[in-house]
T-cell receptor, first 115, second 116 residues
């Protein structure tokens, strides 16, 4: 069975600083990987995804993530954050083959950007 | 554009009461699903549907029923509410199974349920 671990439950940073939100996964087969963002009092929206191809994936709002198969990681990065990036971020995984298409979500990382 | 609409946004129930959380989408999506979100637990799939008349269980289905009589609507029923069902519930849809499987989910704004 697949699983996802988000290593930090909270990450406080100052505005314009770089940030990395860490995600590790476990699966016995190939996977698809996703990052979702949830702004306060809203539903989740897809930030970026890795299905195949280039291991560096670019998403919306200047975020990017790198798939590292050997380290089973999919860390999310942004070189300079804004106040408006304050939100909860969820990493998710699913097996890339077979009929098990259900997404497994991590527990979330709350990113707080301070002025 | 309405997207995915959930009602009610807030609800307080007493143990043993029943209620239905409504979910409607206007995007002609075939795939619809219900998740619950609990602090420190992430999102967990309750039930899903790949089209009208077809539903299946997710990871935490106990205590919940669903039906899908139309493409647009996917209500979630709690037959006898329990305090353990206190949570935030999200409905999510995708254009089809393939879209859902590649993460293209569109979420509603959530329904916050408290069971006393």
């Amino acid at each position: 069975a697949q699983s996802v671990t988000q290593l930090d439950s909270q990450v406080p940073v100052f505005e314009e600083a770089p940030v990395e939100l860490r995600c590790n996964y476990s699966s016995s087969v190939s996977v698809y990987l996703f990052w979702y963002v949830q702004y306060p009092n809203q539903g989740l929206q897809l930030l970026l995804k890795y299905l195949s191809g280039s291991t560096l994936v670019k998403g919306i709002n200047g975020f990017e993530a790198e798939f590292n198969k050997s380290q089973t990681s999919f860390h999310l990065r942004k070189p300079s954050v804004h106040i408006s990036d304050t939100a909860e971020y969820f990493c998710a995984v699913r097996e890339s083959g077979g009929s098990n298409y259900k997404l497994t979500f991590g527990k979330g990382t709350l990113l707080t950007v301070n002025p | 554009n309405a997207g995915v609409t959930q009602t009610p946004k807030f609800q307080v129930l007493k143990t043993g009461q029943s209620m239905t959380l409504q979910c409607a989408q206007d995007m002609n999506h075939e795939y619809m699903s219900w998740y619950r979100q609990d602090p420190g637990m992430g999102l967990r799939l309750i039930h899903y549907s790949v089209g009208a008349g077809i539903t299946d269980q997710g990871e935490v289905p106990n205590g919940y029923n669903v039906s899908r009589s139309t493409t647009e609507d996917f209500p979630l029923r709690l037959l006898s509410a329990a305090p353990s069902q206190t949570s935030v519930y999200f409905c999510a849809s995708s254009y089809d199974w393939a879209g859902a499987s590649t993460g293209e989910l569109f979420f509603g704004e959530g329904s916050r349920l408290t069971v006393l």
